[in-house]
């Protein structure tokens, strides 16, 4: 009697995890403007964060943001997100997904600038590497840049802090 209890109660969970599973995924692909959000407040953030001095967690916020921004626009156009935080990757599948070879080319010809934001989204939390002034100045004068050719390229006001 007790085992039937619990196959009972395990399949009404079951059940109930997947009605929840529908209405997340439901929402997520009519509302992705949640994204593009919070890729302006983590930028938002790593101004701030820039202002006080604490370089590694701008340089991170930095990374946040602009992972955030280019899932925005892949969510946008197919309804979902990859769940990689690669740039390499999501930088590939946004021009594809917009059959824009200058996205890519793009990052190739800013290949440093992405590989300085995918080494704080690691060595920020994980390791002792810290980042100075003078690189998190670079990375926000470049992240700005890229802001500026999403909008060109995807046609698309980003309103972001500049």
């Not at 619990?6 to 995924?25: D, K, T, Y």
């Not at 390499?88 to 070879?101: F, N, Q, T, V, W």
């Not at 690691?122 to 909008?151: D, G, M, V």
Request: with cysteine; hydrophobic share 40%; proline share 1%.
């Amino acid at each position: 009697m007790m085992i039937l209890r619990c196959e009972e109660e395990a399949f009404l969970c079951q059940n109930e995890m997947r009605v929840v599973s529908l209405l997340w995924a439901e929402n997520m692909t009519t509302d992705v403007g949640f994204l593009k959000d919070k890729s302006k407040r983590f930028f938002s953030n790593a101004l701030y964060l820039f202002e006080r001095g604490d370089h590694d967690l701008c340089a991170f916020n930095l990374e946040q943001s602009c992972q955030l921004l280019v899932k925005y626009f892949i969510a946008k156009r197919v309804g979902e997100w990859p769940k990689t935080h690669y740039l390499d990757s999501l930088m590939r599948s946004l021009s594809e997904i917009y059959e824009k070879a200058e996205i890519y080319e793009y990052y190739l010809e800013n290949e440093l600038f992405f590989d300085d934001l995918s080494d704080a989204h690691f060595t920020s939390r994980y390791f002792p590497k810290a980042f100075t002034k003078n690189l998190t100045q670079k990375l926000i004068a470049e992240y700005r840049k890229f802001l500026n050719f999403l909008e060109v390229t995807l046609n698309e006001k980003l309103d972001s802090d500049k």
